[in-house]
């Protein structure tokens, strides 16, 4: 996800710029996130976003969203450094 004009967008290619974050494709997560007004400080801005791409795209996509917070390799590499 990063922010668009004042709004949480998801990016699930990873392309957009700025300050990004990731929440679980979760209904219950987006509401814990919103409830404890967790999107300010992970983008590091002032003020409410609204979350509404984000509720829209989860609905969408059911509990299933493309994109993971790291590439399989990634992953591979944190676990075996050779």
Same mark, same amino acid.
């Given at each position: 996800?990063? #922010?668009?004009? &004042?709004?949480? #967008?998801?990016?699930?290619?990873?392309?957009?710029?700025?300050?990004?974050?990731?929440?679980?494709?979760?209904?219950?997560?987006?509401?814990?996130?919103?409830? =404890?007004?967790?999107?300010?400080?992970?983008?590091?801005?002032?003020?409410?976003?609204?979350?509404?791409?984000?509720?829209?795209?989860?609905?969408?996509? &059911?509990?299933?969203?493309?994109?993971?917070? =790291?590439?399989?390799?990634?992953?591979?590499?944190?676990?075996?450094?050779?």
């Amino acid at each position: 996800m990063v #922010v668009v004009d &004042g709004a949480v #967008v998801p990016d699930t290619r990873r392309r957009l710029p700025g300050r990004g974050a990731w929440l679980h494709p979760d209904p219950g997560c987006l509401r814990e996130a919103e409830k =404890r007004r967790a999107f300010p400080r992970a983008f590091r801005v002032r003020g409410p976003l609204d979350a509404e791409p984000v509720r829209g795209h989860l609905e969408q996509q &059911g509990t299933q969203v493309a994109g993971s917070p =790291r590439d399989p390799q990634e992953a591979r590499k944190q676990v075996d450094p050779s």
